[in-house]
């Protein structure tokens, strides 16, 4: 393709440099007048480059003493509701918050919240930056046994 050019992009991160190979094509502007579904080999690189980013948030975020955490309700607890379960993470998160703060730390976090394939059950995956114990943090999800 005459309008094909290649484009490096160097990430540069703590104790590792990435470079991303990537085609660009000049397209012409103008109003897109049909929606069609994205193909398949398409989301599968959207996929992978959205694995990417979130790869290199971590690793230029988050260090070895970093906890990993995974958030489950007891059962009583449980909710099915997305938006719920988003504002108890939300909630959670301000509590983590006022303990780091209490124990002289910054917090830095990421999270996603996603339905279990197998079992359908919400739950929530977080990583946050080290300077509180892991059993504080555990004790302050409310939403556990």
């Not at 007891?74 to 504002?87: H, I, N, V």
């Not at 703060?101 to 197998?118: F, H």
Request: glycine share 6%.
């Amino acid at each position: 393709m005459a309008n094909t050019k290649q484009k490096a992009i160097v990430y540069d991160m703590p104790g590792m440099v990435e470079v991303d190979v990537c085609a660009h094509r000049k397209i012409a502007h103008g109003k897109r007048t049909r929606w069609r579904a994205t193909r398949e080999a398409q989301a599968r690189g959207n996929q992978m480059r959205r694995r990417r980013y979130v790869t290199r948030i971590v690793n230029l975020n988050f260090d070895a003493r970093s906890i990993v955490l995974e958030l489950d309700y007891a059962p009583g607890e449980y909710t099915d509701s997305m938006e719920e379960a988003k504002r108890n993470v939300r909630n959670y998160i301000r509590r983590i918050k006022r303990l780091y703060e209490k124990n002289g730390a910054v917090l830095k976090y990421i999270y996603t919240t996603e339905r279990g394939e197998e079992s359908g059950r919400v739950h929530h995956h977080l990583i946050v930056s080290g300077g509180v114990s892991k059993k504080a943090l555990l004790t302050a999800w409310k939403k556990s046994k």
